[in-house]
């Protein structure tokens, strides 16, 4: 089975088992873990932030991080498809009480003109604003990447108006290798920011929140509340060292293949259109076929993907997807639209 779902689907490389094996562990809990240690501080160092907090999800950093920079009853501002709003389970009205304001953004990818038209006014009928969420890649945008220059302008509105900023950067690394951006100047513009390491670089488990060292402080209490706090994590974090070390310059192997992937959807009549592939996911609107149909043979024909809206699938390319799997699936691609015909 070709699974392109996700790239969370992804096994350890055998040299990233190794590495996991070997790995010196404590009690994370009782600060004892100093592989932990290390994967923290080296993801703060990359993006040119003072401390780290190694969590089970990103979904566990980002609720984290507007937790401790929100209080209840403000508002945060983000995309209306952000994977804050849309797929952590109602996490910002449960865990903070925060109200939200949804922009509609190209490809999900906001401006700072409009996050500064809906900072509400000091008024006690409007929840006050204080944070912005942006998503780099933006999933639901096709894995659209943020200018930094766009990131910028946004992290100036925020500033002037003593707003926090957090990146969701759920595939932040897949974004660096698109634009060449250097991660410490990411740094110099989010108060917070969520580092996946089990999507494109292909560890088994883990975020990591990065931020200054009181935000961290003020973040590793909640992980305790919210029972993310992990013993000997240490296994778990070497995988993240190993690929953050081996895994990132090779993320545009995935873009390569998933811009190929791209035009071999374009090539059949059944695809309406796809979105402009900038990293590593591909979203297609099919014509007059039903996603789910689609979806069900493209299994029998061993390749997996996911219906993304009413008329939309998406793709995911991977660490454990090759040129040789790529070609398959284009062969697959033709019977399916044999059978469409």
């Not at 094996?21 to 923290?40: H, K």
């Not at 992290?155 to 002037?160: D, E, G, H, I």
């Not at 108060?191 to 560890?203: D, E, H, M, P, Q």
């Amino acid at each position: 089975m070709i699974d392109l779902r996700s790239d969370t689907v992804t096994r350890p490389t055998p040299a990233m088992l190794e590495v996991m094996m070997q790995a010196e562990v404590g009690d994370d809990v009782f600060g004892e873990d100093p592989t932990v240690q290390r994967l923290e501080k080296k993801t703060a160092r990359i993006f040119g932030m003072e401390a780290g907090l190694f969590c089970p999800s990103g979904t566990m950093t980002n609720q984290i991080a507007i937790r401790v920079q929100t209080q209840p009853q403000q508002e945060v501002i983000c995309d209306r498809n952000a994977h804050v709003y849309l797929y952590e389970g109602g996490g910002l009205a449960y865990n903070s009480m925060v109200s939200v304001r949804l922009l509609s953004g190209e490809r999900g990818i906001l401006s700072a003109e409009m996050v500064e038209a809906n900072i509400n006014p000091d008024d006690i009928h409007f929840p006050p604003t204080s944070l912005v969420a942006l998503e780099n890649t933006m999933n639901k945008g096709g894995g659209a990447c943020y200018p930094l220059n766009q990131i910028e302008l946004i992290a100036n509105v925020c500033q002037k108006h003593s707003l926090a900023l957090h990146l969701d950067g759920a595939r932040v690394f897949n974004a660096l290798v698109a634009t060449g951006d250097n991660p410490a100047e990411y740094g110099k513009h989010f108060t917070s920011i969520s580092v996946c390491l089990s999507k494109g670089l292909g560890a088994p488990v883990g975020s990591v929140l990065v931020g200054s060292r009181e935000l961290i402080k003020q973040a590793r209490r909640v992980r305790k509340v919210l029972g993310g706090g992990m013993r000997q994590a240490g296994y778990l974090a070497a995988a993240g060292i190993y690929a953050l070390d081996h895994h990132i310059g090779r993320l545009a192997e995935d873009h390569r293949r998933a811009k190929l992937l791209a035009e071999a959807l374009q090539a059949h009549s059944y695809v309406d259109s796809v979105l402009p592939v900038e990293t590593n996911i591909v979203i297609a609107t099919l014509r007059d076929v039903d996603p789910a149909q689609f979806l069900a043979q493209l299994e029998a024909q061993g390749v997996r993907a996911v219906p993304f809206g009413k008329k939309d699938v998406r793709f995911v390319t991977h660490l454990d997807f090759s040129d040789e799997q790529l070609g398959a699936v284009a062969d697959v691609l033709k019977k399916v639209n044999r059978q469409s015909a």
